[in-house]
């Protein structure tokens, strides 16, 4: 069970040379190192990434923090149709997030941003498919 993926030894030793010759191109091994593994691995075997609940301007950073005082004096005073009208208005604050990181703490870190780096990986994996299955092709008609 270790040894299978496409950049495994054993895996490549059954495939044909063209598409071996495809996966271990610059660009393809560029793409496996930099997004496939180092995304894939922290996925796997560390933390969820980070994905900030929101993007606020320095404007709405101060409204967001003066009703956060105000839900904390509603909580305290158990006001709950307070809490939830407070509660609602931070939520209209702000724009969803578009990025993710894997870690606030590690010191080689890359900030993806969702739309673009899903439409190129969805891309690349076509690309991935359509060359496996020339390779399949080449090899029927031998």
Known sequence: KLDVGLYKKKTQECLDDGFKKYLNSARMRDWHNKFLRNYRDALSHRIPPYVPPKNLTPEQKQQEASLEQKLW???KSQNLDAMNTLEKEMDGIGEPSHFFVNSLSETNNQVIIFHAQV????????????????SLEAVNLT
């Open 119 to 134: 439409i190129a990986d969805f891309r690349t994996l076509e690309e991935i498919i359509e060359k496996f299955c020339e």
């Open 73 to 75: 004096q509603a909580i």
